[in-house]
């Protein structure tokens, strides 16, 4: 109750980003995990052919994080979140009803573009829509997108069981209906010229070493992050034997975010920094994959149900320990990132973030595969686990000696006050104000 009161509280702008980021990760995890297994098994395409088309998708997306951003920037979050929507309606669209390998990368590259471009813009659309209440905000946030991941692939396995088109068909009829909403509801906002060159904008935000350092720190949230998807399903796999251990990884992520999500957010806002509680939470994420490691080296299959819970358990315990570290972590990261520089640019500060962050994710994925492969080899379960455990540490100790430097935004960036689109634009900043912004006060 105390969530849907919050929830109510934010203007309808908000609440509609919320359904929006719902919508967005049910409808991508309902036909993306399922893509690869409908081009080789249903169309016959080569693993090659497969890695080829994926990674299209994924470079579309990762390196357009940018340009997705500045679009923001310049030309209004409202429209290149429509945008973006209508174009993954579009390439989910395409998905469906073409099986040769030009329609497959066209939609690949459609898709792929969407994300490039509604991701940045909703939050930046966020940060400014949402003025003191951004870690809250973006709590809320984490806990509808959490819960669209766990119901994207429970309604895809069921929709297979139809056949793919199906799968393709729903997940774009989802971003059709939300790119209809949002043209109906969202409220237009104006846009404060940057005052500058996109190229310029560009070398402003990546010539900010704050930034940047904190952007490299964070690269541990991500990778530690996608090991939801990864090694923790099938850590519990391995450990009991059977192919459903990997849906309750899923399952209890969700049910902590939805109950604890806000709470713990709404506790931390109030006593310390954020730096201090965004390194904390990447320690606890680090931690997380200490007790399965407990369990990674039992090769033999349990015996009855009792071991097979027994087993279970220290994957879901450490699923859960990784779910609070995102909940402590994430929420206060989304707020500090636009405190970097100037408010015009927000989304283009998201889109580097993003840029970052998906090339950590990339690589960091590549390292753990390399580490569950090379454990296989020579009896060393626990090297991809112990991987994990290092990267966290790491990364927790990096914002932790932002955060001793003073090299973290003090606050949250004040936003500006959302204006109809009407409103008479601003003036432009001075050219000394980035300098100024990045300058201001820190702790």
Known sequence: MKTWHEIRGFPLAIRLLLV????????????????????????????????????????????????????????????????????????????????????????????????????????????????????????????????????????????????????????????AVLTVAQALVLPARHVAPTGNSVMADWREVIGNRGFLAFALAMVGMFTLENQLYLLLPDGARRATGWEGAAGLVFLVGTLAHLGLQLRITRTLKKRGSRGRWISAGLGLMALSFVPPMAVAGLGTPPDGLAETAWRALPVLVGAVLLHLGVMTAQPFVMELIPGFGRSELTGTYFGLFYVVSGIAAAVGNALLGWAMDAGERADQPWLPWACCLAIGLTSAAGVARLHRRRALPARPAPASAPASASAPASAPAPASAPAAARGARHR
């Open 20 to 175: 929006n980021q719902l919508g967005v990760n049910t409808g991508f995890y309902l036909l993306i995990p399922y893509l690869a297994l409908h081009m080789s098994e249903n169309l016959g395409m080569s693993s090659a052919v497969v890695g080829i088309v994926l990674g299209v998708r994924n470079l579309s997306q990762q390196g357009l994080f940018l340009i997705g951003g500045t679009a923001s920037d310049r030309l209004g979050a409202r429209g290149v979140i429509i945008t973006g929507c209508a174009l993954r309606t579009v390439g989910f669209g395409l998905f469906a009803l073409g099986d040769g390998l030009p329609v497959l990368l066209a939609a690949s590259v459609l898709s792929g573009l969407a994300g490039a471009l509604f991701n940045p813009a909703v939050r930046a659309y966020l940060t400014l829509e949402a003025g003191e209440r951004r870690a809250e905000a973006f709590a809320l946030f984490n806990v509808f997108a959490t819960t669209g991941a766990l119901i994207g692939p429970l309604l895809g396995s069921a929709l297979l069981l139809v056949d793919f088109r199906a799968s393709a068909l729903t997940a774009a009829g989802i971003f």
